[in-house]
């Protein structure tokens, strides 16, 4: 048997003898082992791609992006047409303002020519119809009115000019027959004068200024009994000057 002075020594020989081995085969029993590399991917699970659910994950945000984007356009569309709708709104009370404020000058325009047609000054007449034509050009009323001052201040071609306007315009406007048909008379145009009275008196035969005036073109064409018709019925309705142009007629003067 060993004493404990022998074993120790005993011990501690053998553990020399164990680092003299380690030694001799070049590796130290105490150095950090080595790990094993990780597995590389396969050449399948390469080949495969994402998996399903980063597929889907992917896919489901691309959807919200689109459904927002959807979103949005929506509101800024609805948000222009609602600007438009405005802005159309606005323009009409605009224009139908203007147009008001249009027609209640041109309806001065008119007075004022018919006024000044009550009073014989011709050169208002002109101006006031001159205005009203800037505002409405196709008015046949404007037109018939010009015409007219024309006629009484004895402008007869600018008269006809634009009679045959008011005419072109409204071809059944009394005024203008009947005013077109005393310019035709003056100029020697008697078949027109008697087609335009005609017409006028057609429509509305209770015009004893058309009845004398057809009466006296009738007298200068020989159609006596015509023009003696025409004068009675002017009689009748008490426009001056009828009761003398009958007992002219009736006289043969």
């Known amino acids: 048997m060993f004493c404990g002075c022998c074993r120790e020594d005993l011990a501690r020989e053998r553990e020399m003898d164990r680092e003299d081995e380690v030694r001799r085969d070049g590796v130290c029993e105490l150095a950090v082992p080595v790990l094993p590399p990780p597995p590389k991917e396969s050449a399948a699970d390469a080949a495969a791609g994402p998996s399903d659910a980063a597929v889907a994950a992917v896919a489901e945000k691309a959807a919200q992006a689109e459904r927002k984007a959807a979103a949005d356009k929506a509101v800024a569309d609805k948000a222009a047409a609602a600007a438009e709708k405005a802005a159309a709104v606005v323009a009409a009370k605009a224009k139908v303002a203007e147009a008001k404020a249009q027609e209640k000058q041109f309806a001065d325009l008119l007075q004022a020519a018919h006024e000044a047609f009550g009073k014989g000054d011709w050169d208002a007449v002109l101006a006031a119809y001159t205005d009203a034509l800037a505002l409405q050009p196709l008015s046949a009323t404007a037109w018939a009115g010009r015409g007219g001052g024309r006629l009484r201040k004895g402008d007869m071609q600018e008269a006809l000019a634009e009679l045959d306007e008011a005419l072109r315009l409204d071809e059944n406007h009394l005024f203008a027959l009947r005013d077109r048909a005393e ?21 509305a035969p209770a015009d004893g200024r058309a009845l004398c005036g057809r009466g006296e073109a009738r007298l200068k064409m020989d159609d006596r009994d015509g023009a003696i018709t025409d004068f ?17 007629a009736r006289a043969g003067k």
């Open 183 to 203: 310019a035709r008379h003056k100029t020697g145009n008697l078949d027109g004068a008697i087609e335009d009275y005609n017409k006028k008196l057609t429509l």
């Open 232 to 248: 009675q019925f002017a009689a009748q309705l008490s426009y001056p000057g009828a009761r003398e142009l009958l007992s002219a």
